[in-house]
Structure formats: C-alpha cells, structure tokens
C-alpha cells in the first residue's frame, strides 16, 4: 500500500539515489543534499511501507503563484498512478496554503498533467523571474525544451 508523507531530514539520501538516473539524463535539475535539507518542507514522498517509491516538491514563489519541482515515480512503480496521487497531493497542498492564483509546472511530459487539468501555456508568460534563477544549472540551458502548463486555483 502507497502512502503519501511529508519528508524528512533522514530521507534526504534515498531521494537523491530514486533521482540520481533522472537527474544525468537532464530530466530532473540536480539539487544539492543541502537544498534539498533546506527546502525540505515543500517535499511529499511516496513510500511502500518503508521503501521511497515516489515524491515531489510544492515550491511557492510568491502569493499568486507555486511550482511542482521534481517529481518523480520509481520505474518499477510506473502505472500504478503514483504520480497523479502526488501531484493531486501538491494541488490540495497549494490550496491549503491560500495560493491565490496557479500552480505551474515545467515538464517534458505534458499529457500526463494535461490529464490532471494542467493547460499548456507560453514559457515567457510566467512573472515570477525567481523560476528562471534555477535554468542557469540545467544541462540544458539556454536551450530548454521543457513545457509549461498551469493549473488554475480560482
């Protein structure tokens, strides 16, 4: 049974490893153990019994507007809607909070958050500039093919 749980410190490692494969590819932006340890309380897990299968980040740039970062789902665990249960997760999170306006993410799987009802959306229509502060460490940078969508709080 999948349980979903805010992280911990003692979590840190085994996110990295789940992430590592992610993050050579340039799927995932690489995010040091001490950012994780310090953004800490923006991350839910998902954990079979004691096994991370799962997580993702609820970021918050300003009133307006929060991001989901890094999610990912074990590849063995693929299928089982793991993900939509996280990101699902992060929406009622956001919610909570009183985010006023969206929730965006930058992906380059966008039909699975279409599905969720994310809409796809223009890259330079995002205000907060803090977004674009985490492109300069991308393998990718300045070419960036990720896709942005939105998900409408209001």
Request: charged share 30%.
């Amino acid at each position: 049974m999948i349980e979903l749980v805010k992280a911990k410190l003692s979590d840190i490692s085994a996110m990295q490893v789940l992430v590592a494969s992610e993050v050579k590819e340039g799927v995932i932006l690489n995010r040091s153990e001490d950012e994780v340890a310090t953004n800490i309380r923006s991350y839910v897990l998902a954990k079979e019994g004691e096994r991370l299968v799962g997580y993702a980040a609820l970021h918050v740039h300003s009133k307006r507007l929060a991001e989901i970062r890094s999610l990912i789902v074990d590849e063995k665990y693929r299928g089982q809607k793991i993900g939509q249960k996280i990101v699902e997760f992060t929406l009622e999170e956001a919610k909570a909070l009183s985010v006023e306006e969206e929730v965006l993410v930058l992906t380059y799987l966008p039909a699975f958050f279409e599905k969720l009802g994310f809409n796809e959306i223009n890259k330079e229509a995002i205000h907060e500039h803090k977004i674009w502060a985490d492109c300069i460490k991308c393998i990718h940078f300045p070419v960036c093919n990720e896709i942005a969508l939105v998900y409408k709080l209001s």
